[in-house]
């Protein structure tokens, strides 16, 4: 089983350009979320969702977009780019059953924003 | 709204010796409680946590926590410390009615001595 796969690893980009950090999960997982990590902040909630065609936002979304159309696929996008946005972003999944909470991690991708 | 508070950024000790990090959290409904760790260049993984019952639950790699309630406090703990745990830990708390909304502490990095 693959897990939570996140790409890419490393993106170096440009003020104002936009990309798509990609999370894909194989567990049949309902909960997806995404995170970003900047030092001594811990991890800071960007979006996240309950299943396909439910987003909700978390601590810092502005400048973020999200989407579930499907079960497997949870891509943020980023608008138009900022140093501000510089970090290490995280997409982590939970199955609904209460038996079984608990975040499957990505292995992050490294965003620079210059 | 949910907030978690690690009262220590750091914590060294040396091996063979216990350890204890702290984790406080805010919330105005009943929640579930989470320790993850991270090592170096990784993600996060899923250490403990607590949904409900007995308030003290175990971990892996040897580690416990204790739900007190009346202290709304979190700690984790593990009785001798190896090399191998030096790592930086996130307690995280979970909103069950909010589409498990789960807001992360900023960490604290337990480094371990020989």
């Known amino acids: 089983n693959a897990g939570v796969t996140q790409t890419p690893k490393f993106q170096v980009l440009k003020t104002g350009q936009s990309m798509t950090l990609q999370c894909a999960q194989d567990?049949?997982?309902?909960?997806m979320s995404w995170y970003r990590q900047d030092p001594g902040m811990g991890l800071r909630l960007i979006h996240y969702?309950?299943?396909?065609?439910?987003?909700d936002q978390g601590e810092v979304p502005n400048g973020y977009n999200v989407s579930r159309s499907t079960t497997e696929d949870f891509p943020l996008r980023l608008l138009s780019a900022a140093p501000s946005q510089t970090s290490v972003y995280f997409c982590?999944?939970?199955?609904?059953?209460?038996?079984?909470?608990?975040?499957?991690f990505g292995s992050g991708t490294r965003l620079t924003v210059v | 709204a949910q907030s978690v508070t690690q009262l220590d950024s750091q914590v060294p000790v040396f091996e063979e010796a216990p350890v204890e990090l702290r984790c406080n959290y805010s919330?105005?409904?009943?929640?579930?409680l989470f320790w993850y760790v991270q090592y170096p260049n990784q993600g996060l993984q899923l250490l403990l946590k607590?949904?409900?019952?007995?308030?003290l639950v175990k971990g892996i790699n040897g580690f416990e926590a204790e739900f007190n309630k009346s202290q709304t406090s979190f700690h984790l703990r593990k009785p001798s410390v190896h090399i191998s745990d030096t790592a930086e830990y996130f307690c995280?708390?979970?909103?069950?009615?909010?589409?498990?909304?789960?807001?992360f502490g900023a960490g604290t990095r337990l480094f371990v001595k020989a």
């Open positions: 982590a999944s939970s199955s609904a059953d209460s038996l079984n909470y608990g975040y499957t």
């Open positions: 567990m049949n997982h309902e909960y």
């Open positions: 969702s309950v299943g396909a065609g439910i987003t």
């Open positions: 919330s105005s409904v009943s929640v579930y």
């Open positions: 607590y949904l409900s019952g007995s308030t």
């Open positions: 995280a708390v979970s909103d069950p009615t909010g589409g498990f909304k789960t807001i």
